[in-house]
C-alpha cells in the first residue's frame, strides 16, 4: 500500500475535472483541501451519495461517457425524489492505472448531465484501485419543504412516472443475458435507458407541492414502493395491468416478463409518489406540460399490506428481486 | 453487473450504521433518497471527499476499526485545514461480500472518530465490489473565514503541528519494509501513528483567525507545502534542521532518512500553515494550551522558488516523492 499520490495523476485531474467555476454560490471549488459554498436563506441542505463499481454496475467494456453520466444521474434522481435542486458534487474516482481517453470521456458524460442541470463539480478524490466512482451530489429544498418517503397517507393515490422495466431489459441486452428480436431501434431505445438514464429533476421539483411522498425507483419499483410504505406506516392495493410498460419492452419480453421487469428489474431512475386524489388534475398537467409519464398504479391503503392484483386476483411478486426469477 | 441491492446488505446498514440523531441541524438523516441538513445563518458550507482503497490505503489484513476510523480522519483532516467546524458525514462503502464482523468493527472505528467531533453520519450507499470507503464530510466556518492555501504572504513564518514522518514509518513497519530495532514501544506509537492519525480539528479551529494559509500535509510536506505556495503565489526559505522529528523516528532510521520520511512521507494527517511573525505567541500558546507541538519550519518568500536548506546548505528534496528514494 502506498497512500501518496504520484504527481501525474495530480495533473490530470487538474486538467480534466477542473473547470472555470459556473455557480455564484460556490466561493471556493476544486484546488484546496475543501470546497466552500453557500447556502440562501430559508433553504435546508440535501445531501445524496452514490457508487457506481465496476463489475457490479456496469462492465468493464462500458463506454466511460455512460459511466460518467450515470455516476451523475443516479444521485440526481436521489436529489429528484426529494423535490431538490442540485448544486454541487464532488467526485471519488478509483482507477487502475492513469488512462487519459477513459477519464476524458467520463468526463465528457458527467460534465453533459452537470451543465445541464447547473450542477458545478467542487472537489473529489482520484485513487489509485479498482475501477469505481463515487459522487456526492448536494443540493437545497425551501425550508421544510423535502418530499420524505413518509407521508402517504390512506386514500391517497399511487403514480409512477416513465416507464418502468426498460432500463433492467437494456442491461441484459448489453451483457446478451437478453436477445434482441426483431427492431434495432427498440434494443437501441432499451440499452439507452440503462447508460444514459434521465434524472426527473424538474418533475420532482414540481411534484415538491403535490406529493405526500416520494421515492426513486432504482432498487425496483415493489422493493423501493414498500420502503415508501413502511415509512408512511401504510398499505397499498396495486394493479399490474396498470404498469406503464413501454412498447419496446412488451415486444421483448411479453408481457408477463416485462411486469416482472417493471416490479423487480432496478436501475429505473423514475419517481414513485402518493398524492391525494383531488390533486389528479395537477399531475395530468405536470405530466403534459413535460412530456413525462405519469401513471396511476394504486391506492395507498391503511395498515401494513401491499397487495398487487391483476385482472382482479392476487398477483405474486417475486420476493428475493429480480435475480433469483430469471 | 446486477445493481440491485441484496435485501440482506439492506438490513445490515441498517443495523450497523443507524443510529438515534445526535445533532439537532439534521432535519433528516439515514433512510431515505437522500439527507437533509439545517446550515446555520451566516455560515459557509465547507465539504471534503476521500476515498481508501484496499491495497492502496490499507492492506487487506488491517483491522477494520483502524479503516473506519481513518476513512473520517483523512476528512476531518481537510476540514481542520480550512478552518471548519465538521458536522455530517457520508459513507460510501463497497466490499466483496457482506462480512457482519468486519463491518462492526469498521463501524466502531468510525463512530469512535465521529462521536468525538460530534459528527454525525447522515447516509451513505454499500455495495458489492472491491474493498473501499468513501467518506464525504461537511461541515462550516463563519461567512468568509475559511483558511484557503492561497493568503501567504512574504515574511509570514511557516509553521507545522505535530512529527511528520512518522506515519510513512509506521506503515513501513506494517508492511515489513522496515523492522523494528529496539523499542516495541516505539514501534507503537509510530504505527499508530499510521493507523490513528488525530486530526487537529481544534487546532484548526483555533488557527482560523491566526493562519493567512493552510493545508494538510497528506501527501507529504514538500509536496503539500508547494501546493500552498503555488496558491499563494510566494516561495519560502525553510532549514530541514527545524523539521520536528520525533525521538521514535529518529531512533529507528536515522536523521538522513528520518527528514526524508518528513518531507516525503506522506499520511500525516497534520496541518502546514502559514501567519505573521507578530502571530508567534498566540501560535506558542494554542500549542501549549492544546499539547500540540507547533514548530516554525521557515519563511514565506517572494517569488516561486521553495528552497531547503541544511546546515547552510541546499538541501535537496526526492522531488518525485516518496517511492523514488527508497
Redesign the interface.
Known sequence: ???????REFEIIERVFRRVSGRADV??GI?????????S?GR????????L???????ADAPPHSVGYRSLAVNL???A??G?DPA?A???I?LPAVDDDWLESFALGFFELADKYDVEL????T????L?A?V?L??S?P??A?V???GAQEGDMIYLTGNPGDAVAG?LLL?GELTGKKSPDADTLLTRRFMYPEPRITEGLALRTIATA???I???LH?DLTHLLT?SGAGAELDVSQLPLSVELLELVGESRASKFAL????DYELCFTAPAERAKDIAAMAESRGCPCSQIGTVSAGGKIEWHLHGRHYDVPV????HFE
Not at 1 to 7: E, H, L
Not at 127 to 130: A, C, S
Not at 264 to 267: A, E, F, M, T
Open positions: 500500500m502506498n497512500s501518496a499520490a504520484p504527481v466561493v471556493l484546488g484546496d483541501d475543501a470546497a466552500v459554498t453557500r447556502l436563506a435546508e441542505l440535501v445531501t445524496a451519495t452514490d457508487t463499481v465496476c463489475g457490479t454496475h456496469f462492465a434522481s436521489d436529489l425524489a426529494m431538490a454541487w464532488s467526485l471519488a478509483s467542487i472537489g473529489g478524490d485513487v489509485r484501485g479498482p469505481a463515487t456526492t448536494q443540493g429544498v425550508d421544510g423535502a420524505t418517503r413518509g442491461r451483457t416520494m421515492i426513486d432504482s432498487d425496483g422493493a415509512a423487480c428489474g432496478g436501475d428475493d428481486g429480480f435475480r
